[in-house]
Structures are given as C-alpha cells and as structure tokens.
C-alpha cells in the first residue's frame, strides 16, 4: 500500500490531460472537413464546395468563392440542417486557383475565419477541346498511312 500513491499520481494526470484536450477542442468552432479540401487539385470545376465545423455554427458571416481571375462564384450559401456545415452552389469556374474564404459565428459566441486554395486543372470546355486534337491527330496520322510511303 506504500507505493498506491506513486501509482495514482501519473494516472491522475493523465487524466486531468484527457479532459483538458476535449475541452480546448470544443470551446472554438472551426473548419473539420472541407470539399474540395484544401490543396486539392480537382479535373473539373466543381459544382459546389461544403464545409463541415468542428462545432455548431450559430450564423454563417460570409462565405466567398473566388475563382481564377477573381470572379466570385457562389450561387447560393446555406446552412446544413446538422447547423454545423455549410454549403455553396457555384456557377462554372475556369482552370486555376481557386480561394474559398469563410467565416462563421459558433454556438460558443466566438467569432472563427480562415481561407484555403484548390485549384481546378480543367474545364469540360478544355477536356472537349483535347478530345477533338486528338481525334484529328489520330485522323490525320490514319490518312498519312493509308497514302504509304512515296
Ligand atoms: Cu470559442
């Protein structure tokens, strides 16, 4: 019984850590998941982009979607019926990096901001495009054959 008390010590501060951690975690909202998430690099521009807070979020502040040159490209944000994600509908980007800025007010009364960068490598438009150089490339290397050799 003598040593009971080097044993509970550790254990005991362990313990105090375990519920430290949750705590820190839960007292600011911030961004968990994001998609396109962060440093992505995507084939086509997306349709809409979804994030997901660690916590409840009381109020959406503002919610921006900047395409290549600038553009903003957010439709229409709105909250998730869980209150702790958001989503925006975007109408059509171009190739390049894109900037989704946020900003929301959580259950805990604080204030929480960030932005991150995807980027979008290319648009049905250009994908279209690359099919049909490649179709006339085909086409035209069918045709060289088919005269043979002079
Ligand atoms: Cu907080």
Known sequence: MANLGTVIRPSALALAVLLALPGVAAAHTGLGR???ADGARL???PAQVLLEFTGPVLALEDLEVSGPGGEALVVE???GLDGRSIDARLRQGGVGTYTVRWAVQ???????SGDYRFAVLATADTTRRLRRAAAALIGA???LRAAGPR
């Open 43 to 45: 084939p086509a521009p």
């Open 34 to 36: 994001a998609a396109p």
């Open 106 to 112: 959580g259950a805990d009364g604080h204030a929480a």
């Open 141 to 143: 290397a069918v045709r």
């Open 77 to 79: 944000g709105r909250r």
